[in-house]
Each structure stands twice: as C-alpha cells, then as structure tokens.
C-alpha cells in the first residue's frame, strides 16, 4: 500500500522547473507527471547545486540509496549503490537515518520499509517507478493457484519461493506458507532449502531465474519444469501436469533481461572473436545456455573487475549498468550484448529532478511519495525474508 503524505502545492518560479508529481485532483493515486517543457540536461549545474544543497542540509537524517540501474545523474548522489537486496540490507543497517530515499523502484522500496524500523521513512522519488516483472505475480492470481494445488491434493508438498523482485503482498504470501524470498546470487541455496521441505516448488514471478537455475545448476530437466499462466483456466495446465512436476514456474519474465536473444549472442561472436559473453540469469534459457558465464549483478561487476586488460566482454543486462562498467574499466572492451538500446524505462523515471524533489521537499519538513507496507502483510514478508537471511 502506498501513501503520499505531502500534497501538491503550486511551485514558486524556478530556474529549473522541476517534475512535480499530484498534478491531478487525487494525488494519492495519479502516477504520472507533468513535465513543462524539456528535461533538464543532466549536467545542469543548478539541479546538481540543489541536490548537493538539499543533502548537505539533510546531513545524517537522509541515507539515498541507488540501484545498480540507475542513471548517473542519480548514482551520483548515492550513499550507497547495489542491487535490490543489498539496499534493502543497507537501509536496515541505518537505524539512524530519518529518512530513506530510495532511488530504484517500488517492490525495492516496500522491501526497505519492511525491514527498517517504524521510526524510518522510505521515500520513492517517483511513484510511477514501477516493476513490470513484479507487477506480473498479482496476489489475487497467486491465491487462486494456491488453491488449485489444494484442491488437487498437492499444496502440502509444495514450497513457495518468490524472487526478490515482487511485490510485498506476494513476499507476505510466500511468508504465510512458509516459504522464503531468493536472489538472483542466492536462488540455488533457497531451492535447494526448498526441496528439503517438499516435493515441488512453486517459484514467482521470473520464470527464467527458477528454470535456469533448476536445469543449469541443480541438475533437473527441463521436463520437470512447467509454466504456470496466471490468464488461462487452471494456469494452462492438466492435473497431471502440476502432479508430476518439480517446478512449477509463473509466467513472467524481466522486461529488460528478456530483449536479449540467441541471435545477439550469435551476431556478437561473429563480430568480435573471443569474446566473452556473460549473462544475467534473468535471460532466456537458451541465451543462458549459448553464454560463457552467468550471474546476478553483483557477480557481473566483480567478474569484470577480475577480467584482464584487454579481454572482450558482451554483457546481457541493464544498459545503464554496462555503459557505468566501461567507463570503470577502459582497459577493456565492455560492450552491450544487443545492438538494440535496452534501457529499465520504470528505473529511468527517477532521474535528477525528481530526487531534487524529494530531498527539497523533506528539507521543508515534507514527506513525499512515502511507502508503507500494512502491518500483517510486513510481518509475513518479514519471515520470508529473514528465511533467506538464515539460509545456510
């Protein structure tokens, strides 16, 4: 549930007008913004004046947090940046700080304000900043097939697991059955932890991650792998279907990781020879498969890191991700896997004037874009997460 505590008040004239969210009569529920005219160059010396003005102000009451995803013009001002799970841990090792502003998107947010302290405020920049991926596992949806499982006498031996990247209501459901939450770093821990305790998985909402790291790490076929499709009667499958499989997988997929094809992986070994291809195991099993090294984000940074100077490497994610680690790392060659730009849009929302927004707003003793999640579903979700904590 999200709740905005500031309301829209008209701006005093500005140098540089700023994207302002609430145009509309409801704020609470308007996602977009109203932009008057071109955005403001993201060198613009004033934006960065007042970001640095507005933080220097703030001083130890604000921790800004910055995903991996994010344009420079935000990275910049991060206390910290990483991905999904290592900022949520970050904001919870902040207990000091009054206010968390989370410069990424919204199941990233609603994570850091379940495992913040309630004297905390975690801020969104953007409200529009959504998830696509997340917004594919709808509670009312992952309910119903919870039920189908009960009513084919199978629930009992099924274990939930959901992916980091989903939204609270579906960690806090996973949490109430006594599932847990994994990463893209830590999914085979959690399945193997998963397949202790029953016979099946039941794993949201990639479907790409809980394939690829079934068949490719933990020796199941593809055959014990079934596609659970939330829009057709009974998810698309027969009773014996869901019977016999091992994972039952939801269908949704990573906007971004799934643009990559076997033919980008084709088309760059022809371009450049030797090089190195490495993956997010968001991608599709076949991309996953035809790549020389897959891993979560944090294994992509370090293994171009290692890489020796002068090595060739295609990397299969974000691109403003891939663009920041060629710029580290002029000794190498980093490119994008596709020719085709491949931004996350919903990550791009938060951009240097809305953060400005944001920190100028609490600097005035607002609170913008507040997320909250509701007492039970936070305590369920919770148990998910600190499940994952405790995996061995």
Not at 251 to 269: A, I, K, N, P, W
Request: with cysteine; proline share 6%; net charge negative.
């Amino acid at each position: 549930m999200v709740f905005v505590t500031s309301t829209w008040t008209e701006p005093s004239p500005t140098a540089t007008a700023l994207l302002l969210l609430g145009h509309g009569s409801d704020p609470a529920s308007e996602r977009g913004v109203d932009c008057p005219g071109d955005l403001p160059a993201p060198s613009d010396p004033g934006l960065v004046a007042r970001a640095e003005a507005a933080k220097a102000a703030l001083g130890d009451r604000v921790f800004v947090l910055g995903h991996h995803y994010q344009r420079d013009e935000v990275i910049r001002f991060a206390d910290v940046t990483g991905d999904s799970f290592k900022l949520a841990r970050e904001a919870a090792a902040r207990p000091d700080a009054e206010f968390i502003v989370f410069c990424g998107v919204h199941f990233m947010a609603e994570s850091a304000d379940i495992l913040t302290g309630d004297h905390q405020r975690v801020v969104l920049p953007d409200l529009a900043a959504g998830c696509s991926m997340a917004d594919m596992a709808v509670l009312g949806q992952v309910e119903t097939a919870w039920d189908l499982f009960t009513d084919l006498g199978i629930a009992d031996s099924v274990v939930p697991v959901t992916y980091m990247n989903s939204s609270a209501d579906i960690k806090g459901f996973v949490g109430r059955n006594s599932g847990v939450v994994c990463t893209s770093s830590n999914a085979k821990r959690a399945l193997t932890w998963a397949f202790e305790r029953g016979e099946k998985v039941f794993f949201l909402p990639d479907q790409h991650l809980g394939r690829n790291t079934a068949v490719l790490e933990m020796g199941f076929d593809l055959d014990d792998c079934v596609l659970y499709d939330p829009h057709k009667p009974h998810g698309g499958l027969t009773p014996e279907q869901l019977r016999d499989a091992k994972m039952i997988l939801w269908r949704g997929h990573c906007s971004v990781h799934g643009r990559f094809t076997l033919d980008s992986v084709r088309e760059v070994r022809e371009r450049v020879p030797g090089v190195n291809v490495l993956v997010h195991p968001e991608c599709r099993h076949d991309v996953v498969r035809a790549a020389d090294q897959v891993g979560s984000t944090e294994y992509i940074i370090k293994a171009l890191e290692a890489a020796p100077a002068g090595s060739a490497w295609a990397v299969g994610t974000e691109l403003n991700l891939v663009r920041r680690l060629a710029l580290a790392h002029p000794d190498k060659q980093i490119m994008f896997l596709d020719r085709t730009v491949c931004y996350c849009s919903t990550m791009n929302r938060i951009d240097l004037p809305h953060l400005v927004w944001a920190l100028e707003e609490l600097v005035a003793g607002r609170v913008p874009n507040q997320i909250t999640v509701d007492p039970d579903t936070a305590h369920h979700a919770r148990a998910a997460l600190d499940q994952m904590l405790a995996l061995p």
